[in-house]
């Protein structure tokens, strides 16, 4: 089971914050950090408070000697530095991790809350083996016409995404989950029809349960003041308020992790006009219900195969209410 605490890069962002808010309140620039301790470079204090280095401790036990701690900040960001160096031992939780899933898998680990959204595909967090396959055969080949030989095996990548998968249904540490899908995501290009017919069951199934919600956002379907969202994003909150709120923006081929807070606010604007745009979470289960059924040319009573659509998390349609429940 994935750890229900967070990952080392935000135990880096958090270290980063803090020491940053250390030297501002001791009155010191950077140069003037710098020139006390006697580093050679100052960028590498830069890369520390950015969370960009893993920290060494001693390194930081001289940072925070200077920046006048008390003892009680020096032992939560002592504890904070070994977690954030400790990627190997954070790792061993996990099955099976490969790069390209350990980005996200970092930021998932200790969530309190995972808003997502993605224009053309089903949310990684929520897909069948099945359907994942498809996705990243289909990336392969385009990496492989392009002569990149250097990706992982896709079977390997399926399982990095189902050991990923397994904290919505943790306890007692499960997160808060939303996603608005869209409808073309459910399409027939999705694959084959075998495929497609057991992602929506599953997709059936997720939204069952009680810290998932999913919205389902109809292709003609207008958005704001006919706002197009250019991009997939995922928006992370973590139960600790001192560790940043961080955005993924992904992209085709590359990924973007912010936790700028203007940025942030922009997607979170974003997330809100789509969730009031979209259906109901009991609304989307119906629909999904009813293409599934499509899909094997049945016609299936919701309420008759998964009981009322009521999960205590869902979403209304009212922006106002929609606001007071995030």
């Known amino acids: 089971m994935p750890p229900a605490v967070p990952g080392p890069i935000l135990r880096r962002r958090r270290l980063g914050i803090e020491l940053r808010r250390l030297r501002e309140q001791a009155g010191l620039t950077g140069d003037q950090v710098i020139e006390r301790i006697g580093w050679a470079s100052a960028s590498k204090l830069s890369r520390l408070e950015n969370g960009r280095s893993r920290p060494d401790p001693d390194d930081v036990d001289v940072l925070l000697t200077l920046y006048g701690a008390d003892e009680e900040q020096r032992a939560e960001l002592t504890g904070i530095t070994h977690e954030a160096g400790d990627m190997r031992g954070w790792l061993r939780n996990f099955p099976v991790m490969t790069q390209q899933q350990r980005a996200f898998a970092e930021l998932e680990a200790g969530c309190a809350e995972i808003s997502e959204y993605n224009p053309v595909l089903v949310p990684g967090l929520l897909q069948t083996p099945g359907y994942a396959r498809h996705r990243i055969m289909s990336a392969a080949q385009v990496a492989a016409q392009a002569g990149d030989q250097e990706h992982e095996d896709p079977e390997t990548e399926v399982r990095a995404r189902q050991a990923r ?15 608005v ?12 029809p075998e495929v497609l017919h057991d992602q929506l069951v ?50 085709g081929f ?31 289960l119906s629909w999904l219900i009813e293409a599934t059924g499509r899909l ?31």
């Open 181 to 192: 899908l869209e409808e073309a995501a459910l399409g027939r290009r999705a694959g084959p």
């Open 165 to 179: 998968q397994s904290l919505l249904t943790r306890s007692p540490d499960v997160p808060r989950y939303t996603a």
């Open 296 to 326: 094997t040319g049945t016609a299936v009573e919701s309420t008759a195969v998964y009981g009322p659509a009521t999960a205590p998390t869902q979403r209304r349609r009212d922006s106002g209410r929609l606001t007071t429940e995030r």
């Open 254 to 284: 590359t990924d973007v992790m912010s936790t700028e807070v203007n940025t942030l606010n922009r997607y979170k604007v974003v997330f809100e006009w789509l969730c009031s745009s979209a259906l109901s979470a009991s609304d989307t």
């Open 202 to 251: 599953h997709l059936c199934e997720m939204a069952l349960l009680p810290n998932v919600t999913l919205l389902l956002l109809l292709r003609d379907t207008r958005v704001g003041d006919w706002y197009l969202p250019p991009t997939a994003f995922s928006v992370y909150r973590f139960a600790d308020p001192l560790d940043p709120e961080t955005l993924a923006i992904e992209g």
